[in-house]
C-alpha cells in the first residue's frame, strides 16, 4: 500500500533535475532541492530503521534539524559517515546512504527481539543487571551490550577528506534566516554595520521555507534579495551556529558535502569559522513538540510542522488521509495546507472547545474536528493504518499518517552557552532565554514571539538596536508583509495522556524512553532533571533531545507535583548540532597536530645518516648510522666513541638567553642558588633555579661575556618556562632592576664536543686560538672571530669527559659543524646523538629533565650544598619548611643491576629486599643506561631515604612485564668521581 | 575571550598564558620570614566574582601585566597598572 506521495506540483524542488543517489544499495530518485528525507519519503519509504533500544520500526519525525529517528550512514569506506540525519542532508548524484542499527535490514531487523524482551530495557536496566553483584561484570557485558545497541559505526579508517578553519569579523552576526532573522539582518545591513546571516538550513528563510503563501514568498524574496546586494552583508546557507564563547567568539560551521568537494584538489568537505561578532542576533526559532500516546513512534507519526513541510516545500504528501492532533491552533496551519494538496485530513484536539474561526475555515476545506479528543492508540507495524481515538469522541479512522502538534519550544540553546539558564514563559509555553549581556539581542520565536508580524517587528528592533550597539547609526527598518494576522499559540497543556491503549508512549525516539521509564525513574527517586537525563538516557542522543526535553522535565514536574520552572531545564553546552570531529580537528591533523621544532643543523643530520626522535616539539639526532643500525647497539658505540676518543653533538635545542644590563649580575644572583655576583668575565658556571616553593625549577649554565652581558643555557624542556619566569620576576617584582632578557634558543646553535682528544680536536679546526688549559681552563669561556663570525667557546662537561661547546649563529651551524669534522678528522671525530648524550651523563651522574620532576628539592637531588649560605635567592625560605627537611624523602641515588643476566627498565618500582612486592614501593628509576665503563646497566632513581641506604641490595620491579631485578644503591656519580677528566 | 595587551592591544586568550593571583603582594626580596612566603605562595582566595591575575602575551610581544577578570562571567575590566 502506499502511504505518502509526490504530489503532481507545486514544492521547491526542481522537477527539471532529477537526481539519483543510493540507499542501501539501491538507487533512489528525487529531484535538486529534495533532501535524502524527502527523497525517501516521496518513494513511500516510511520505515526508515530500527529503535536505539528496542529495535521497533521507526519512520521520519521531522523535516529538519531536531530529526530522532532518520539517522543514516554515508558514505563508503574511508569516507564513512555514521548518524547523519537524512533531514539535512542535501540529496545530490551520487550519495550513498545507508540505514543502520537493523540487521539484516530495516523491514526485517533480527534484533527486534528485544522488543520482546522490552520489560528488561527499562530505566536503569543495564547498570542494575551487569554491574550486578560479580566485580567486572559490567567490563565483561559492556562490548556486547554496545554491539547490540548503539548507532552507527565509524570506520577507524583516516578521514580522507580535508577539512578547513578561518579567522572571521563581523558588526553584527545573525543566527537563523527565518522571518525574524532576516529582519534582523537587514535592519542591521542597511545601516552599513559589516552583518553575517548564518543558516543551518540549504535556504534561507527558516519557517517560511515551509509555508505555501504567496504574499510571504515575495516577502522572503525581496529581503534576501537586498540582503545579497549589500557588499556589507555576507549570507552563510548550510552554516550551523554551533556555540556561543566568551568575547563574542561564535563557532560557525558550513557543511559543503553537496558539493562532493575534492580532498585532492583541496577542496574542503567541512568550513569551521571562529567568528568575532561585535553583536549577536539570535533568531533561532522554535521546534514543534510531540505528544506522548500508546504507539506514538509508529513510522509515519510525525510533527505536525514536518507534515506541512514535507508537502509544502518538497511536494510530498501522506496518499490519502492524515490524523492531525493538537493542545493549539497552529495545527491547523498544517491541516489547512494538506487538505490544499488534496489530503483528507481529521483533527483531534485535545481541547474541549474550538475558535469558531477555525471551525469555519477548516470546514470550508473539509476538515472534520473532533473537539475533546485524543489518540487513544496507532496501528500499523510498519506504517500507520489506522488511528484510534480516545475522549469525546472515541472513533477509529483509517488514515496514512500523524501528525502531533504538542506546542513549541524555542532554540534557547545559543543564550545558554554562556552559563545563563533559561527561564519557563506561561504565555509562550516553553523555556525563554533568561537574558542576555549587553551586546546579546533574541528575535523572534525563540523569545517565544511566535507570530509573523510580531516576530518581524522584533527582528528589525533586534538588527537595529545591534547595528546601534556595534556604533551604526541609521537605518530603516523592515516591515511584516501585509494582511498579516498573529493567531494564538496557546496549548492545553497535556503532558500526560488522559487516554491511552497499553503500546508503548514514547518521549523521547531517539534514546527509546517511554512514559513509564520517566515514572520509574520518578519512583526510584531520580528527582533533578539532570538526574533524570543520566538514568533513562533521555535527551543524550546525537538529537540532544530537542524534540524531547520540554515533554520529559513536564512529566516529571507533575509527577513530583511541582511546577515546570521548579524542575528546570538541563544544560545546553556546544556542539548544537552533531558535528563530524574533522570539522573540529581542521588541518591540525597528521603530521600538522602540533608544530616541528628543528635545529639549525636538522639537514646535515639527515644527509649523515642520524634516526630521529621526538624530545617535546623537537626532532633531534638519535643515534647515527655509522655507529650501528639499530639505537641499542649505536649509543653504546657512540660512548665510546666519546670516553676513548672526541664525538661532535647538537646541543641546539638547550635554551639560550641573552642577560644584559648593568644589574644583571645581581639579577643571576637572585635567581640562582648559588653566587654569580662575582663571577668573573670570562668564565662559566653551572646553577640550579628554583620556584618560590623550594622546589627545582631547573638547572644550567651561565657565561659572564662582559661585565653587563651573561649568556644563559636552560635545559631543552624547561627552556620556556624558565624564559618566561625570568621576564616575569623582572616585569613584575623586580622593576627596580636595569636588566634585559631575549631569547637566543632558536637564534643560536650549540655544539658539545666531548672526550679526551677534544682539545686536540678544537686545536685543529681553531689553529690561531690558544685553547691549553692555561689559556681556557675548566669552566672557561671565551667569543673569538673566525672567519669573520663569531664563535663563541665554553669549556664544560656534560659527561664528565675534557668538553667544550661551541655556540655560533644558527646560519653559520652547518659550515662550522662541517668544518670541524673535516679539520679534526686526525683524531676519529664522529657525531653522536642524544640516546649516547643522555647515557653519558647517567654515568657522570647528572641530574636531567627525568629527575627535574617539579617534586625535589636541592638536598633531594644531592645539591643542597651548592646553595649560598650568605645570599638571598627564590625559594630560600620555603626550601627549609618542615617537609622538605624529612630524612625520608624520595632522593637521588645511583643503581648497579647485580644479575647480569637482566636488564633494566625506566620506570621500574624500587622496593626493599624485605619489601612485599605491592604498591608503589619506595621509589623508582628515573634514567638507565649500559655502561661502558663498568660494563653492566647502571640507572640513576629516587629512593626513600636515598644515600643513607647505600650499599643495600633492593629490588626494581617493573609489573607490566613482570620483570624483576636485584641493584645495588650507590653514588650517582660512577666514573671519575675526583674530576679529574674535567680538568684534564 | 579577549585579552586586552596593553601593548598589542586586543587579542584571543590562546595568545596569552595565565600567571596566577595578582592580588597578593610578593614578599620582599631578602625576606627570610617563612609565614610570609608560606602565605604568598599557598594561600589563595580563589573568588568567585572580581579578580586580578597575572597573564602574559607568551605568543606576541611578552609583555606581562595584571588584569581584572570577572572569574564568575569572565567579563574582562582591564589592565590594572
Known amino acids: 500500500m502506499t502511504r505518502f506521495r509526490r504530489l503532481p506540483q507545486g514544492g521547491r524542488i526542481d522537477r527539471a533535475k532529477p537526481v539519483s543517489a543510493r540507499f542501501d544499495g539501491k538507487a533512489l530518485g528525487g529531484f535538486a532541492g529534495d533532501t535524502l528525507a524527502s527523497a525517501l519519503l516521496a518513494n513511500d519509504q516510511v520505515l526508515i530503521g530500527r529503535s536505539f533500544k528496542y529495535h521497533r520500526p521507526r519512520g521520519l519525525v521531522a523535516a529538519g534539524i531536531e530529526e530522532p529517528n532518520g539517522l543514516f550512514t554515508l558514505g563508503e569506506g574511508a569516507t564513512t559517515e555514521p548518524n547523519v540525519a537524512a533531514t539535512m542532508v542535501d540529496l545530490v548524484d551520487g550519495l550513498v546512504a545507508r540505514t543502520q542499527n537493523a540487521w539484516p535490514s530495516a523491514g526485517f531487523d533480527l534484533m527486534a527481539v528485544n522488543s520482546i524482551l522490552s520489560p528488561l530495557f527499562q530505566s536503569g536496566f543495564y547498570y542494575k543487571t551487569f554491574m550486578g553483584p560479580t566485580k567486572g561484570s559490567w567490563m565483561f557485558y559492556e562490548p556486547f551490550i554496545r554491539e547490540a545497541a548503539g548507532l552507527g559505526k565509524a570506520t577507524g579508517l583516516p578521514d580522507p577528506d580535508r577539512y578547513d578553519m578561518r579567522y572571521a569579523f563581523c558588526d553584527v552576526l545573525v543566527v537563523g534566516s527565518g522571518p525574524a532573522g532576516l529582519a534582523a539582518a537587514l535592519t542591521a545591513g542597511r545601516s552599513g554595520a559589516r552583518v553575517v546571516l548564518a543558516d543551518q538550513d540549504s535556504d534561507f528563510g527558516g519557517s517560511l521555507l515551509s509555508g505555501n503563501d504567496a504574499g510571504h514568498e515575495a516577502w522572503r524574496i525581496a529581503c534576501i534579495g537586498e540582503l545579497k546586494s549589500l557588499p556589507n552583508a555576507e549570507t552563510c546557507a548550510r552554516t550551523t551556529v554551533q556555540g556561543l564563547y566568551d568575547g563574542n567568539l561564535a563557532v560557525l560551521v558550513e557543511n559543503r558535502s553537496h558539493l562532493r568537494p575534492d580532498a585532492r584538489k583541496g577542496e574542503a568537505r567541512m568550513l569551521l569559522t571562529q567568528l568575532r561578532a561585535k553583536t549577536i542576533v539570535m533568531a533561532t526559532g522554535a521546534i514543534e513538540r510531540p505528544l506522548v500516546f500508546s504507539n506514538n513512534d509508529r513510522p509515519g507519526v510525525m510533527l505536525a510542522s514536518a507534515l506541512r513541510s514535507y508537502t509544502n516545500r518538497f511536494a510530498v504528501a501522506p496518499d490519502k488521509r492524515a490524523v492531525i492532533v493538537t493542545n493549539n491552533d497552529t495545527a491547523y496551519q498544517a491541516a489547512l495546507d494538506l487538505a490544499t494538496a488534496g489530503v483528507a485530513v481529521t483533527v483531534a484536539d485535545h481541547r474541549a472547545s474550538v475558535s469558531a474561526d477555525i471551525l469555519s475555515r477548516a470546514g470550508a476545506k473539509g476538515i472534520a474536528i473532533f473537539p475533546g479528543s485524543g489518540i487513544f492508540d496507532v496501528e500499523g507495524a510498519k506504517g500507520v493504518t489506522r488511528v484510534k481515538l480516545g475522549g469525546a469522541h472515541a472513533v477509529t479512522i483509517e488514515c496514512d499518517a500523524v501528525g502531533m502538534a504538542g506546542g513549541w519550544s524555542p532554540v534557547v540553546h545559543l543564550s545558554s552557552h554562556g552559563g545563563i539558564k533559561p527561564k519557563f514563559d506561561e504565555a509562550a509555553a516553553g523555556f525563554v532565554p533568561g537574558g542576555f549581556p549587553a551586546s546579546h539581542y533574541g528575535a523572534g520565536a525563540m523569545m517565544g514571539t511566535y507570530g509573523l508580524s510580531a516576530a518581524i517587528a522584533e527582528g528589525s528592533n533586534a538588527g537595529a538596536s545591534a547595528a546601534s550597539y556595534a556604533g551604526f547609526g541609521k537605518t530603516r527598518p523592515v516591515y511584516a508583509p501585509e494582511h498579516v494576522t498573529d493567531r494564538s499559540y496557546a496549548i492545553l497543556p497535556t503532558w500526560a495522556p488522559a487516554y491511552s491503549a497499553k503500546g508503548k508512549a514514547f518521549v523521547d525516539f531517539q534514546s527509546d524512553v517511554t512514559i513509564k521509564d520517566v515514572k520509574i525513574a520518578h519512583q526510584e527517586g531520580y528527582r533533578s532533571v539532570e538526574h533524570l537525563k543520566r538514568y533513562t538516557t533521555l535527551g543524550m542522543g546525537t538529537d540532544q533531545g530537542k524534540t524531547s526535553n520540554i515533554n520529559a522535565l513536564a512529566l516529571m514536574a507533575e509527577y513530583r507535583g511541582i511546577t515546570i520552572p521548579e524542575a528546570g531545564t538541563t544544560t545546553f553546552r556546544p556542539p548544537y548540532a552533531p558535528l563530524t570531529m574533522g570539522a573540529i580537528a581542521g588541518r591540525t591533523v597528521g603530521a600538522h597536530f602540533r608544530p616541528v621544532r628543528l635545529s639549525p643543523l636538522h639537514d646535515w643530520h639527515v644527509k649523515n645518516g642520524a634516526t630521529f626522535i621526538d624530545a617535546g616539539l623537537w626532532k633531534r639526532a638519535w643515534f647515527y648510522s655509522w655507529a650501528g643500525a639499530t639505537p641499542e647497539t649505536a649509543y653504546v658505540k657512540e660512548m665510546e666513541l666519546v670516553r676513548r676518543g672526541v664525538g661532535l653533538a647538537d646541543v641546539s635545542t638547550l635554551g639560550k638567553i641573552d642577560i644584559q644590563g648593568p644589574d644583571a649580575a645581581e639579577f643571576l644572583n637572585r635567581v640562582y642558588v648559588n653566587g654569580f655576583a662575582k663571577l668573573p668575565v670570562g668564565k662559566v658556571r653551572y646553577g640550579v633555579m628554583l620556584n618560590d616553593d623550594g622546589i627545582v625549577l631547573d638547572d644550567g649554565t651561565t657565561a659572564r661575556i662582559s661585565d653587563n652581558q651573561f649568556y644563559m643555557t636552560t635545559t631543552t624542556a624547561q627552556a620556556g618556562e624558565v624564559m618566561s619566569w625570568l621576564e616575569y620576576l623582572l616585569q613584575c617584582h623586580w622593576t627596580d632592576l636595569n636588566v634585559q632578557v631575549a631569547s637566543l634558543t632558536d637564534e643560536w646553535a650549540g655544539m658539545a664536543v666531548s672526550g679526551p682528544k677534544a682539545r686536540e680536536a678544537l686545536q685543529l679546526a681553531f689553529p690561531a686560538e690558544d685553547l691549553s688549559n692555561d689559556a681556557l681552563p675548566y669552566m672557561g669561556c671565551k667569543d673569538f672571530p673566525f672567519e669573520g663570525v663569531t664563535v663563541r667557546l665554553l669549556r664544560m662537561s656534560f659527561s664528565g669527559e675534557l668538553a667544550y661547546e661551541v655556540h655560533v649563529a644558527a646560519d653559520y651551524a652547518i659550515s662550522l659543524w662541517a668544518h670541524i669534522l673535516k679539520a679534526a678528522a686526525p683524531t676519529g671525530i664522529k657525531p653522536y646523538g642524544l640516546e649516547a648524550l643522555a647515557s653519558l651523563r647517567i654515568e657522570k651522574g647528572h641530574v636531567a629533565g627525568l629527575e627535574l620532576d617539579h617534586r625535589n628539592t636541592l638536598d633531594d637531588l644531592g645539591l643542597g650544598k651548592m646553595a649560598g649560605k650568605e645570599k638571598d635567592y627564590v625559594g630560600r625560605a620555603l626550601r627549609f619548611r618542615e617537609d622538605c627537611q624529612s630524612p625520608e624523602r624520595w632522593s637521588l641515588v645511583g643503581l648497579e643491576l647485580m644479575e647480569p643476566d637482566k636488564k633494566l627498565r625506566g620506570g621500574s618500582i624500587l622496593f626493599a629486599a624485605t619489601d612485599e612486592i605491592k604498591g608503589h614501593g619506595r621509589g623508582y628509576i628515573t634514567s638507565v643506561t649500559w655502561s661502558t665503563e663498568l660494563n653492566t646497566f647502571i640507572a640513576l632513581g629516587l629512593y626513600k631515604g636515598g644515600l643513607g641506604h647505600e650499599g643495600e641490595e633492593i629490588i626494581a620491579a617493573f609489573p607490566l612485564k613482570n620483570e624483576q631485578a636485584r641493584l645495588k644503591i650507590v653514588s650517582p656519580h660512577f666514573i671519575d668521581k675526583e674530576g679529574a677528566r674535567l680538568h684534564a | ?81
Open chain 2, 1 to 81: 575571550m579577549m585579552i586586552p595587551c596593553p601593548h598589542c592591544g586586543d587579542r584571543d586568550v590562546s595568545e596569552f598564558r595565565y600567571g596566577g593571583d595578582a592580588s597578593k603582594q610578593r614578599p620582599a626580596h631578602g625576606t627570610g620570614d617563612l609565614k610570609a612566603w608560606h602565605d604568598y605562595v599557598f594561600l589563595f582566595e580563589n573568588p568567585k566574582g572580581p579578580h586580578t591575575e597575572y597573564w602574559q602575551h607568551v605568543l606576541g610581544c611578552r609583555r606581562w601585566f595584571k588584569l581584572a577578570r570577572n572569574t564568575a562571567t569572565n567579563e574582562i575590566g582591564g589592565v590594572v597598572s
